[in-house]
């Protein structure tokens, strides 16, 4: 079956530690993305991507990189200059002219 | 003014009742919109897309009122599985070939035996 996949579904990160989140999707989509959710709020765009070897900041890219060097992979780091970065993490993708997004599953990760 | 704008909740209805939820968007320009659940700490999952003309899915009715800048979603007969909350969102840009959606805080729904 076709979908995304996200990993690990918990993490946990000390101060001053970079740590990745993956994402891998077969759903042969081009467009990749990745969302903040914090509790009570609604979905915040961390990055983008229409496709392989490009992306593009979205709201709230500070502290955060990624790459797309596979149309299958869209992985996020979330640096040590990410200051608050306990939350609730969504990847998604969508068709060029699709109904939406299919999401992830999620990495919740925790600051230690 | 938020792009996105949800009656937060929580909308507490019995089971069996009809629950209406509101959003209304800032993009005059905005080309689609839809309907997602998310349950308590799982990722959201499409309900429904919302047609000009008004569409239905069984219980699930969205309407969408474009002078008005409103998308409603009617739940009739409420299961106690209908409980989660319900994100209102809109893709603002021209169709390009690209989906930036632009999703609402999300409406929580309980329903109770």
């Known amino acids: 079956d076709g979908g995304i996949t996200q990993s690990p579904k918990y993490l946990f990160r000390k101060e001053g530690q970079n740590v990745t989140l993956s994402c891998e999707q077969n759903?042969?989509?081009?467009?990749m993305y990745w969302y903040r959710q914090d509790p009570g709020q609604g979905l915040r765009l961390i990055y983008y991507s229409q496709i392989v070897n490009d992306f593009q900041k979205g709201d709230i890219a500070e502290g955060y990189s990624v790459s797309r060097e596979k149309k299958e992979s869209f992985p996020l780091t979330v640096t040590s200059a990410q200051k608050n970065p306990t939350a609730f993490y969504l990847c998604?993708?969508?068709?060029?002219?699709?109904?939406?997004?299919?999401f992830g599953s999620g990495t919740r990760l925790t600051v230690v | 003014r938020k792009e996105v704008e949800q009656d937060p909740g929580p909308f507490n209805v019995p089971e069996g009742a009809t629950v209406a939820f509101n959003c209304t968007y800032s993009n005059s320009a905005s080309q689609s919109f839809f309907w997602y659940r998310q349950d308590c700490r799982k990722e959201p999952k499409l309900l429904m897309s919302v047609y000009s003309s008004g569409n239905e899915d069984g219980r699930f009715t969205a309407q969408l009122n474009r002078a008005s800048q409103y998308i409603s979603l009617l739940i009739r007969d409420s299961k106690l599985s209908d409980s989660a909350t319900y994100l209102c969102?809109?893709?603002?840009?021209?169709?390009?070939?690209?989906?930036?959606?632009?999703f609402g805080t999300g409406t929580r729904l309980l329903v109770s035996p």
């Open positions: 998604a993708s969508s068709e060029p002219r699709g109904s939406g997004y299919t």
């Open positions: 969102v809109v893709n603002p840009r021209q169709n390009t070939g690209f989906q930036k959606l632009v």
């Open positions: 759903l042969n989509h081009d467009a």
